[in-house]
């Protein structure tokens, strides 16, 4: 069992579309959770950062972290074609390296 | 200015064959990091580096050998290529080790035939 596990999608959308990503993990050891974005043939690039519970917004863009679940989330609000892209989850314990998710692959559709 | 830079960005080779990767970042970073991406998208670390010293290495074939000449500098050497090394292959940087913010380069798209 992968200790990340995230639908590769692909998930297509209407622009406009709110949009929920998720992951689910394995250890509960991890206490940060980041979500990268990577567009096509380009490196990922952080998206938001969440440190333990809770949730964290930026802009369209709301960070879910339910550790008592073991079950992030990303919501994008308003979607738009620019959001078009994969976006990998990433976790991690204190002091240990990434872990990615498989990565969504997003389509927004003007 | 590009912060984090690979070359080449693209890599055609034959089974068997030798070749390197190279990497610079002109952040001021302290560590650097070899990521494998497989045509599912799955990211995968291989080797970290941090100030030139190996902090990272995980199960990765022997034929994979990263030297870092310097801190803005990581170059990934693979020997007698295999079918199974095609990948695209990112390099990244961060301030600190094990930084949770990560700093990707363009990715090297390596075919082996």
């Known amino acids: 069992q992968k200790e990340v596990e995230q639908d590769p999608g692909p998930l297509s959308v209407p622009e406009g579309a709110i949009v929920s990503l998720n992951c689910t993990y394995s250890?509960?050891?991890?206490?940060?959770f980041m979500w990268y974005r990577q567009y096509s043939r380009k490196g990922p690039e952080l998206l938001m950062y969440?440190?333990?519970?809770g949730n964290k917004e930026d802009g369209r863009f709301t960070a879910q972290v339910d550790k008592s679940s073991k079950y992030i989330s990303l919501f994008i609000r308003d979607s738009q074609p620019s959001d078009s892209a994969t976006y990998l989850c990433a976790m991690r314990t204190s002091g240990s390296r990434l872990t990615f998710g498989e990565g969504t692959q997003l389509t927004v559709n003007p | 200015d590009t912060a984090v830079s690979q070359t080449p960005k693209y890599l055609v080779t034959q089974m068997g064959n030798d070749k390197s990767i190279k990497c610079e970042q002109n952040l001021g970073h302290d560590t650097m990091y070899w990521y494998k991406q497989d045509s599912k998208k799955f990211l995968k670390i291989m080797f970290s580096?941090?100030?030139?010293?190996?902090?990272i290495n995980e199960t990765v074939p022997n034929r994979f050998s990263p030297k870092s000449p310097d801190k803005a500098h990581l170059n990934l050497h693979i020997n007698s290529l295999e079918l199974g090394d095609s990948a695209v292959y990112f390099c990244?940087?961060?301030?600190?080790?094990?930084?949770?913010?990560?700093?990707f380069g363009p990715g090297t798209r390596l075919t082996v035939t």
């Open positions: 250890n509960s050891a991890f206490q940060y």
């Open positions: 580096y941090n100030n030139k010293e190996l902090i």
């Open positions: 969440t440190y333990s519970s």
């Open positions: 990244a940087s961060s301030p600190r080790a094990l930084d949770y913010e990560q700093y």
